[in-house]
């Protein structure tokens, strides 16, 4: 079921969908929530985003229903072909939500991670303090975690959009995702996608505050090149 306008209709199959999407009358596939109503979904799963939903309808009764889109495949193509000559990725739903990664460290390995592999990787972790908008060294970062810290070996091992959702901030999948063995990245994160109002007071991270991460794939199930 879908609202667009005031219009609103059932399918009862995959195909009917699509000839509505050729009509303009329904979303295109391969599109993400990223907001309801004007409330971000960025740092919440899909079930999170059906709560809000639910409540929106709730608390407006018989009021447009206002969803935010993006692409879902957009952001992962630019990531599959980062190189040298391009090192940079972003996606940018307004100012506040724009997440970049960019490729410091170029591998010819031909293992790549994707969702639900193994990956085993090292890292460090900074925040950017209020006013602090230079995630480079030097520019006034804060460290607040490393991969050594939570390990002796000095590398993490995790299964690839798989683990349990709050484990790490959601940006975190995306900025190991399409990495080569022997890559390494730097991702930096609005507060939105990082810890956002709560901040993460284990570590010592305020709230509202931008996070970078520079980060090595190790491995990829076990594959070390």
Not at 109 to 135: H, N, Q, R
Not at 191 to 209: C, D, Q, S
């Amino acid at each position: 079921q879908y609202i667009m306008g005031t219009t609103k209709s059932f399918v009862s199959s995959y195909e009917e969908y699509l000839e509505l999407v050729k009509g303009k009358l329904a979303p295109p596939p391969n599109l993400l929530v990223v907001a309801v109503n004007g409330r971000s979904t960025e740092r919440t799963n899909a079930q999170g985003v059906r709560q809000m939903i639910s409540e929106s309808i709730a608390s407006n009764p018989g009021q447009p229903l206002e969803l935010t889109f993006r692409s879902s495949t957009g952001f992962e193509d630019k990531l599959s072909s980062l190189s040298s000559s391009s090192p940079e990725a972003s996606t940018k739903v307004n100012p506040e939500q724009t997440l970049s990664i960019t490729l410091t460290k170029e591998s010819s390995s031909t293992t790549v991670a994707g969702d639900g592999d193994l990956v085993e990787i090292s890292y460090k972790a900074f925040y950017l303090p209020a006013g602090v908008t230079d995630p480079g060294k030097g520019g006034g970062r804060v460290p607040f975690d490393a991969s050594n810290i939570r390990n002796d070996d000095s590398t993490i091992q995790f299964v690839l959009s798989k683990q349990p959702f709050g484990q790490f901030p959601p940006a975190f999948n995306l900025g190991v995702k399409n990495m080569k063995v022997g890559e390494e990245r730097v991702v930096v994160v609005p507060p939105v996608l990082g810890y956002g109002e709560e901040g993460f007071k284990r570590m010592a991270v305020p709230p509202n505050v931008g996070l970078v991460y520079e980060i090595r794939l190790v491995a990829v199930n076990a594959l070390y090149r």
